[in-house]
């Protein structure tokens, strides 16, 4: 009785464990191309799977890949590089356009001005 008893405690804890090991999804090709990994071995003969981009150091003798922290405040600083380049790119196409906008306002002329303050403003509703 005590074996029964015993059999099927130890098969309740191990088979929901198994059911969850079960469910798990493994990696589709297209997150296989989102994370590109690739094994370095150093010349130490260590072999790391780790980011293409991602560098090895040696600090106090200890070879291994860098923190995550700092991995990933390097790409935040590329980041904001980039970032920041666009904003550069869209003021100066802002500028354009305020360039333009008075050119045409010029070349309109006081017809558009009359028509413009002529119409009442339209509200569109959700009907």
């Known amino acids: 009785m005590r074996a029964i008893f015993l059999a099927i405690f130890v098969l309740g804890i191990s088979l929901p464990g ?3 090991a079960a469910e798990e999804k493994k990696p589709t090709e297209s997150e296989a191309d989102d994370y590109k990994f690739e094994t370095i071995t150093t010349k130490e003969g260590l072999k ?4 293409k981009d991602m560098p090895i ?15 990933v ?7 904001d590089k980039r970032l920041d380049g666009f904003d550069k790119k869209l003021e100066g196409m802002e500028q ?7 050119i045409t306002l010029a070349a309109a002329g ?3 001005k009359e028509a413009s303050t002529d119409e009442k403003p339209r509200v569109l509703t959700s009907r």
Request: charged share 40%; aromatic share 16%; hydrophobic share 35%.
């Open 18 to 20: 198994r059911a969850f």
């Open 48 to 51: 790391f799977r780790v980011p």
């Open 57 to 71: 150091e040696s600090r106090d003798g200890v070879t291994a890949p860098v923190s995550t922290e700092e991995y």
């Open 73 to 79: 405040y390097v790409k935040f600083k590329r980041l």
């Open 96 to 102: 354009k356009l305020g360039r333009i906008e008075k």
């Open 110 to 112: 006081d017809k558009f």
